[in-house]
């Protein structure tokens, strides 16, 4: 079975990142999509999505440049959300910031547990 390579997870990411981006300018749009008829509170599926971006930074790149990236998923899902405001002409959604927030950090979080694990298995197998 063939290993996940850094480069091609960095090309996972940045499709999972665009994904994303897509899919919040065509809901900005007025354009929305069920799934199935399976309803999801916004808020969960921003954690989710949040935390699963940031994981897939934390393990795609090195620690400082991951760190970063993780920081700029955190300021784009910011503006994303100014953007929803302007477009719609309402309130900012604080909630949702704070959201992606706890989703960025728990995807840090998690990123960082398997860079540990992978250091410690990394490290049994050296001679």
């Known amino acids: 079975m063939r290993i996940l390579i850094s480069s091609r997870m960095r090309i996972v ?4 990142l665009g994904t994303t981006v897509s899919a919040s300018i065509l809901q900005c749009a007025g354009i929305s999509v069920t799934f ?23 393990i795609a790149w090195r620690y400082r440049t991951a760190l970063v990236l ?11 959300s100014f953007l929803h405001s ?9 909630f949702g910031i704070v959201v992606n927030l706890f989703g960025t950090i728990a995807g840090v979080l998690l990123g960082l547990n398997i860079f540990v694990l992978r250091s410690r298995t990394n490290s049994h197998l050296a001679p």
């Open 70 to 80: 993780a920081c700029g998923v955190f300021g784009l899902s910011v503006g994303l």
């Open 86 to 94: 302007m477009i719609f002409r309402n309130a900012i959604d604080y």
């Open 36 to 58: 199935n008829r399976f309803v999801v509170d916004h808020g969960w599926a921003h954690f989710l999505v949040y935390a699963t971006a940031t994981t897939l930074c934390m």
């Open 13 to 16: 990411w940045f499709l999972f």
